[in-house]
């Protein structure tokens, strides 16, 4: 009966903090969120904010589908612990005039089907990734592949590469193979069980050349509202929820919907919570116009109101490298830009934060004449509006990996911003880059480029956070990895 009182509590309080403007929980039944159910001790439930749209790595282009490689499939190479780049399917390699990588695949190696790894499925893998991969252009150095026996092959690249090995252990070069109904199998510790529109289940692998999971069973849901997934959590019908800021998880350890002690773990991914400008109505179409905008909004002010930390002083996160040059002025001057058109319409996703953040933007860019609209879109929709950079304003989410230094940068121009002659023309300073041999002079050179993409104002970072997930004691009895 507490438990059931909590919730109204809970639910009534929400309603009143968040306003109309949010999702509503009008069909959240108490009967929905039953946590009176049979438990499964060898079960892990995982519930994001963001459903996995690919399960394909060489097409993946969100976090929220990123996340799943380390269970279902392997790398090359891993980054360890320390950052340290380390071999995973590779039992030895070498590098022959600078710029001819021999490899050596390990012996024990089974794809999700029984059939055994070797140096050709190696090759075919990299290969598919070279012709079709969305982000084939950071691998554009590579020459050619061949095998030189059943354990062995060779990658030649055009030139000398000091990035290319750690390249290697990029979500996008997971080994894989399609069957021939084109389904997509690995290597991983888990293999896919089933896939449903809101779910995604999967199956232990009894075949894993390293140890075997404890788990036998995860299953992968989404929902985009925060509240939504601390009632799951709450009332046990999920074991792990994630991209939680740290803000919420405190407030929901004062209001004791959370337990003091409870288990909180950080991804490796940093999220910037950014302004994007769109090409709809051509408003933003010119740099001064985006200078304009980012004279007016008061990230200060907003990094606090929603989020309770310090808004963005890089305009990358500062955690990736050492920023100088590409550091940003938290209030710019305004400048006296006239805009013809002073309707403005901001796109969001249809979540709880981005509607926070959309309506402080709103505020402040009414009280400087303009009549803004809000227009939620739920994720399929949305997610076409931001590749077709069909809307205006947008609160947007770019996600960063600490781990993958020239993906970063190819991922914001080609995909976040969609500018590829800004990332053609970068390309002289990222060759330079991968000549150099110390990392202080690679960092000097990252922020070079990061500063040359800035000075365009493709958007306007307002805060560099890390999400968080936390589990209960069942997730954290069992771990949660997936491959080491």
Known sequence: ???????????????????????????????????????????????????????????????????????????????????????????????????????????????????????????????????????????????????????????????????????????????????????????????????????????????????????????????????????????????????????????WKKDELVSSDVEVIERDEIDTTSVMFGKKNGIFTSRESREAIRGIIDKEKISENVFGEKPAETFFPKQLFKAKLSKINSKPQQLDYVFKNKKIEITILNDDTSMQVAEEVKVQLELNGFEVSIVPYQQEAYLMKMENKDYELAIYNILFDENYLIYNLGKVMLFDIGNKEMYNATQPFLEIMRDEDKKGNRDKIYDKVVSLIAKDVPYIPLIHSKKVMIGNIKAKNFGIEGRD
């Not at 985009?224 to 601390?230: E, H, K």
Request: charged share 30%.
């Open 1 to 251: 009966m507490k438990k059931y009182i909590s919730i109204f509590l809970f639910i009534i309080i929400t309603t009143l903090s968040f306003g109309s403007a949010t999702i509503q929980l009008d069909d959240l039944s108490l009967d929905e969120y039953n946590y009176l159910k049979e438990e499964k001790n060898n079960e892990i439930n995982m519930l994001q904010a963001v459903k996995v749209s690919t399960i394909d790595p060489i097409f993946m282009k969100d976090q929220y589908s990123i996340r799943i490689v380390k269970y279902l499939y392997d790398t090359l190479f891993i980054t360890g612990e320390n950052g340290e780049i380390k071999p995973n399917l590779v039992e030895e390699f070498s590098w022959k005039e600078d710029r001819i990588l021999v490899l050596k695949i390990k012996d024990n190696i089974y794809f999700h089907d029984g059939k055994k790894l070797d140096s050709t499925g190696v090759k075919n893998s990299l290969e598919r990734m070279l012709e079709n991969g969305v982000f084939k252009s950071l691998f554009n150095d590579v020459e050619n592949i061949k095998t030189i026996d059943k354990d062995t092959l060779e990658i030649k690249l055009k030139g000398k590469n000091n990035l290319f090995i750690p390249m290697l252990s990029y979500y996008m070069c997971s080994i894989t193979k399609e069957d021939e109904n084109g389904k997509i199998i690995g290597t991983g510790p888990y293999k896919i069980g089933e896939i449903k529109n809101k779910q995604l289940v999967l199956l232990k692998n009894d075949q894993y050349f390293k140890s075997v999971p404890k788990v036998d069973k995860i299953t992968i849901s989404y929902e985009v509202s925060d509240r939504g997934r601390m009632i799951s959590y709450y009332n046990e019908k999920t074991d792990i929820i994630s991209d939680i800021t740290l803000k919420s998880l405190e407030k």
